[in-house]
T-cell receptor
Framework: DTAVSQTPKYLVTQMGNDKSIKCEQN?????MYWYKQDSKKFLKIMFS???????INETVPNRFSPKSPDKAHLNLHINSLELGDSAVYFC????????????FGQGTRLTVV | RKEVEQDPGPFNVPEGATVAFNCTYS??????FFWYRQDCRKEPKLLMS???SGNEDGRFTAQLNRASQYISLLIRDSKLSDSATYLC????????????FGQGTELSVKP
């Protein structure tokens, strides 16, 4: 039983398209995150939600819109995709925001062509 | 200054070697510290939490120096399977509890 699962694993799309990545955790955690890992392998936090409430928005372009229908799900919708959006996007969850370890999904490798 | 900064890599070591990774963090209010491991094309996974008193898990020893804002990871008797990128992770407690990752240090253990 996968603890944090995200879909799809791979996503190839054209510039200008809109796409969504879904994430679900079955750990009963209160906090969920989206991280972006760029080509230099640097993992950067994008958003953090606690009990469906947006807590952290790290100056991400407003083309990126997270949505948390319940505390077990945090989806990421991206409008008007750009070449620079190509990266691996990781969803994660933790029991207490920032204080306990984060468990990561397997990642979504997004390629914008 | 970066919020979390690690040794530049890569580290190339022979099997059986002892290797040490260092990490510094900028926010004195940080409360939680971790070492993660990331294999190629995989997600990061927790290697160990880091406690003020220092802690050990088999061949791995983590230490924290709050005064110097410095964290270390020591790997003894390194194995081929230790080859991965090691990520220092620090919580920035006074900013809503972000987990900030260092840029990672790549370790390659050779036969």
């Amino acid at each position: 039983d996968t603890a944090v699962s995200q879909t799809p694993k791979y996503l190839v799309t054209q510039m200008g398209n809109d796409k969504s990545i879904k994430c679900e955790q079955n750990l009963g955690h209160d906090t969920m995150y989206w991280y972006k890992q760029d080509s230099k392998k640097f993992l950067k936090i994008m958003f953090s939600y606690n009990n469906k409430e947006l807590i952290i928005n790290e100056t991400v372009p407003n083309r990126f819109s997270p949505k948390s229908p319940d505390k077990a799900h945090l989806n990421l919708h991206i409008n008007s995709l750009e070449l620079g959006d190509s990266a691996v996007y990781f969803c994660a969850s933790s029991q207490e925001m920032g204080l306990t370890e984060a468990f990561f999904g397997q990642g979504t490798r997004l390629t914008v062509v | 200054r970066k919020e979390v900064e690690q040794d530049p890599g890569p580290f190339n070591v022979p099997e059986g070697a002892t290797v040490a990774f260092n990490c510094t963090y900028s926010n004195s209010a940080s409360q939680s510290f971790f070492w993660y491991r990331q294999d190629c094309r995989k997600e990061p996974k927790l290697l160990m939490s880091v406690y003020s008193s220092g802690n050990e898990d088999g061949r791995f020893t983590a230490q924290l120096n709050r005064a110097s804002q410095y964290i270390s990871l020591l790997i003894r008797d390194s194995k081929l399977s230790d080859s991965a990128t090691y990520l220092c992770v620090v919580n920035i407690g006074n900013q809503g509890g972000k987990l900030i990752f260092g840029q990672g240090t790549e370790l390659s253990v050779k036969p």
